[in-house]
């Protein structure tokens, strides 16, 4: 009995290389069915607005006042407006070593994890013992923290000093009452 053979690789089948969501090769992973919800969750962040938030096409001035008449509103989603958010979390900011920078207590900080940062980048980082919300800057061989505060020191990351990168700083979200 001659039987066909099925399955396997066929050329230009599946998906392309690097073309999905992350942008990088995937993975294939097997999970409890029972823990897939609170996986999911954990892959698409801390963060995450499932009401789109209404947005009049209109510019306000910060300057001299003018008038304007509001038009059609139009809706936007918070999650397309965070580029690749699939990693992001919000996080209260607490104290005031960047108020030089508009960053205030009571903040909410929109930090990308696991993101290389480039020098002056904001970022949370794990240096001493705790977390830090501070300006990364990498110049002349060296490391340090910035503070934009002129009663807070920088810290100064010395050869062997280990420090970790949390997250970036993507974005701020202020609340005024």
């Known amino acids: 009995m001659d039987q066909k053979k099925r399955g396997g690789a066929r050329q230009?089948?599946?998906?392309?290389?690097?073309?999905?969501?992350?942008?990088?090769?995937?993975?294939?992973?097997?999970?409890?069915?029972?823990?897939?919800?609170?996986?999911?969750?954990?892959?698409?962040?801390?963060?995450?607005?499932?009401?789109?938030?209404?947005?009049?096409?209109?510019y306000v001035s910060a300057g001299e006042p003018f008038s304007f008449e509001e038009d059609e509103k139009i809706f936007i989603d918070i999650n397309k407006f965070m580029k690749n958010n699939h990693n992001t979390v919000a996080i209260?900011?607490?104290?005031?070593?960047?108020?030089?920078?508009?960053i205030f207590d009571g903040d909410l900080a929109l930090i990308k994890k696991n993101e290389n940062p480039k020098s002056k980048d904001i970022v949370i980082a794990y240096v001493n013992g705790g977390y830090t919300l501070k300006q990364y800057v990498a110049e002349n061989d060296s490391i340090f923290l910035k503070a934009h505060h002129p009663d807070v020191s920088d810290i100064q990351i010395l050869p062997g000093s280990e420090i970790t990168i949390f997250g970036v700083l993507k974005s701020i979200i202020r609340r005024y009452l």
């Open 12 to 58: 230009g089948a599946g998906r392309k290389i690097n073309s999905g969501q992350f942008g990088e090769k995937t993975k294939t992973i097997r999970i409890p069915s029972s823990k897939e919800k609170e996986i999911k969750e954990y892959i698409k962040g801390d963060f995450c607005f499932d009401v789109p938030i209404p947005y009049s096409n209109i």
């Open 92 to 102: 209260t900011v607490s104290g005031d070593s960047m108020i030089g920078l508009g």
